[in-house]
């Protein structure tokens, strides 16, 4: 039996839902992953479901792991046969299982981004048009959006309407042929290519969806199109469908996110139960209450009311800078100050775009603050990185030409542009692989004596992987393509002063295929392949020491004592391409109350009166978001511009990193008027229509209430100042007779 005392009412109605659909409405910092792994637990030891029909999908591999570890250390033994992992994970396994089935050999590639990118260069050259590498990324994410909505070649064609459009369409069309040729997905292909065998072959569908007698799903409102219809599919035979998510933390539509997924599940699944987890555990009452304010603005929501027993805490902090440097400048200056009472590492600063990093950096290797930019290259997106895993994709799946053209030459062994070419023409003719047109071209003595001792010595290499990958394990065998491929030398003759540390990235990636071997049970090259493809930025977050500097779609799932929001300015946040429609600007609405709720007791917002875009000066006013927040809950401060000046003159020339006389006039947060935020008795003085007089705004006459108690929230017509939404709990209002 799980103990469920230390759960509160909500969340212990969620964890022992009986069965059929549910939906967990859950607030930030309210607990759903402690609802998620004791509803796990609860369903093994109270309930009497098997592990292994038992599958639990959530975003990130850090994240799975982290439930699967929680369930396990609860309930005091092995999972057994439960599937927990990210969708990708999930369908991957599905694929390497039943894939055959719909035409995927086994041994399979995986393509990430810059092997799209690459192939996605690789046709444009094809039709005589050199787009270089942005104009490839930028059609690869055109193909990558058509398959989120779950749109064909041919689909993109007919309602393309620019020339852009329509050549992404025809790349997109060969794109697909060019992945089924090389025995290869993409991410996208992952999802898509599973819903198309549980399409054309429904037993197999029926066989997993059979198992799947609990099927739970974490971060519901990120689903896409496709995961949506997964879903769909997996818990359509015994209908336990237990989803977990908010929709006002819904950041992803520009991934193909589909808020319509969390909003209309009752609709999509009749007689489905509605819980909500209204009570947060992480933020002050100050911080909830003003997130709350912001997106109560939004109309597509289902609604909550968030509260907390927490201490009510100090004002959110706003300073308004004269521009984007004095902006960096301060916010450094007010994290230095912390620098006693918080550690570095329980600091985040949260941008729009990663361009609002540069000042930032700067004044942070300056001031020898240590820092880590979130989200910035990761050990897997590195170049020696990439090139090694290369040549193990090449070993597992021969028919691979992107894989092929990433290590041919590298490092350099004399394969040029012109015997690159040749090859690519026999493989177009012959319709085989390169590496078999390469072989090809060696026999039949199509390439010159020094193309021709280059392409044996790779043909040598490409032969013993492809003959001892299946028998040697992966460290031995990538220890072995080092050492074959001269590695070692490339690297101190390419990269001057950097070569041993590139290595040592190298030996990295060895010790990780050891690692992975130790952890397996039938290690497998192809296994150590997938781990890495599906490794993410958002699993290595938080693994270095320092300030966190990342933008606010990185910071989804953290949470941190102190958090700064900078650019809090129209056209910078929200962004300038999102204030055109309602549903953009919703969403960015949905980042800024993400932002806010990772704090958890100091939040400080800044904005710049000028920003530098393009080497000139631009005016932006203050974001709209920052009117959505009750002036009751802010604390302006406003330090001489020309101490700011003077201050970092000195500190540019010196590189000093001792606080400065005018850094210390900047005033601390004031804790904020009023308790708790937990609910209480309504006022009915403030009924609508009342008379009142607020101390800044003076006369004025109620419009509107929502809310109740501390959370009471009035909508005021003031003369001579218009309409503001005040919080009576934190300001000194008073009822004209």
Not at 30 to 48: M, N, P, Q
Not at 568 to 577: A, C, K, Q, T, Y
Not at 587 to 607: D, G, I, Q
Not at 663 to 674: C, L, V
């Amino acid at each position: 039996m799980i103990g469920l005392d230390h759960l509160n009412p909500a969340q212990q109605e969620a964890v022992t839902h009986q069965e059929g659909p549910l939906l967990v409405l859950a607030g930030a910092g309210s607990g759903k992953t402690g609802v998620i792994t004791h509803r796990i637990a609860w369903l093994v030891s109270d309930l009497g479901v098997p592990p292994w029909n038992i599958t639990a999908v959530t975003f990130t591999n850090k994240a799975a792991a982290e439930m699967r570890e929680r369930v396990e250390k609860m309930m005091g033994g092995d999972l057994g046969g439960a599937r927990i992992g990210t969708f990708h994970s999930m369908c991957l396994r599905i694929l390497r299982q039943d894939g055959e089935r719909i035409g995927l050999k086994s041994g399979f590639n995986i393509y990430d981004a810059t092997d799209q990118v690459s192939l996605v260069r690789k046709l444009l050259k094809d039709e005589e048009l050199d787009e270089g590498s942005a104009g490839a990324r930028a059609i690869r994410a055109k193909i990558s959006r058509a398959k989120n909505r779950m749109e064909s070649p041919e689909s993109l064609e007919r309602r393309a309407y620019s020339p852009d459009m329509k050549l992404a369409a025809r790349i997109y069309r060969d794109y697909d042929r060019a992945l089924r040729k090389a025995n290869a997905v993409d991410f996208d292909d992952i999802l898509l290519r599973t819903l198309e065998l549980f399409r054309e072959h429904p037993e197999v569908l029926e066989r997993y969806a059979g198992n799947c007698h609990h099927l739970l799903v974490d971060e519901y409102q990120d689903t896409n199109r496709p995961q949506y219809l997964l879903v769909r599919a997996l818990s359509s035979i015994h209908g336990n469908l237990f989803v977990v998510g908010d929709e006002d933390q819904s950041i992803y539509r520009f991934r193909g996110a589909e808020i319509r997924n969390i909003l209309d599940f009752e609709q999509d699944h009749p007689g489905a139960k509605l819980i909500r987890l209204e009570q947060n555990y992480r933020s002050t009452g100050t911080i909830l209450a003003a997130a709350g304010a912001v997106i109560e603005n939004n109309v597509n929501r289902k609604g909550k009311k968030l509260w907390t027993e927490n201490a009510q805490g100090e004002r959110l902090t706003l300073f308004e800078a004269p521009d984007d440097r004095a902006e960096a400048v301060w916010a450094v200056g007010a994290v230095r100050q912390m620098a006693d009472s918080c550690a570095y590492e329980e600091i985040a600063i949260l941008y729009r775009t990663n361009a609002q990093s540069r000042q930032l950096e700067e004044i942070f290797r300056r001031d020898r603050i240590p820092y880590q930019v979130v989200g910035s290259t990761q050990f897997y997106e590195r170049k020696e990185i990439k090139d090694l895993l290369g040549y193990l994709k090449l070993a597992a799946n021969p028919a691979d030409d992107v894989s092929f053209r990433r290590v041919v030459n590298t490092p350099p062994r004399g394969v040029g542009n012109t015997t690159l070419s040749l090859v690519e023409d026999i493989a177009r003719s012959l319709n085989v692989p390169m590496l078999e047109a390469a072989r090809e071209a060696l026999q039949h003595g199509y390439l010159k004596s020094r193309a021709a001792t280059a392409v044996r010595g790779f043909l040598d290499l490409a032969d013993w992987m492809i003959a001892n990958g299946p028998e040697l394990p992966v460290a031995e065998l990538m220890d072995g393509v080092v050492h074959r491929a001269g590695f070692e030398a490339y690297m101190e003759k390419a990269h001057p002063g950097q070569g041993i540390e590139r290595m040592e990235n190298l030996r990295s990636l060895v010790s990780a295929a050891a690692e992975y071997a130790d952890e397996e049970d039938d290690p497998t090259l192809i296994g150590f392949l997938d781990r890495s493809a599906l490794v993410s930025d958002a699993d290595d977050v938080g693994s270095r020491p320092g300030v966190s500097l990342m933008t606010i779609h990185c910071a989804k799932g953290l949470e941190f004592d102190t958090v700064f929001m900078v650019g809090l300015e129209e056209n910078i946040f929200p962004h300038s391409r999102s204030v055109g429609m309602d549903e953009d600007v919703e969403e960015e609405r949905r980042l800024c109350y993400v932002a806010m709720t990772r704090a958890r007791k100091r939040l400080l917002l800044s904005r710049a009166g000028l920003r530098r875009f393009q080497g000139t000066f631009l005016p932006n006013g203050p974001s709209r978001f920052l009117e959505e927040i009750p002036e009751e809950l802010i604390l302006k401060v406003s330090p001489a511009i020309q101490e700011f000046r003077a201050r970092d003159r000195f500190e540019r020339s010196s590189g000093s990193s001792a606080a400065s006389p005018s850094a210390r006039k900047y005033p601390p947060s004031g804790p904020a008027p009023g308790g708790s935020t937990s609910p209480d008795p309504v006022d009915d003085d403030y009924r609508t229509g009342a008379a009142v007089m607020h101390p800044k705004f003076g006369r004025g006459k109620i419009i509107a209430r929502e809310g109740a108690g501390k959370t009471l929230k009035l909508t005021i017509r003031f003369d001579g100042h218009g309409q503001k939404k005040i919080l009576p709990s934190y300001t000194s209002l008073k009822v004209r007779a």
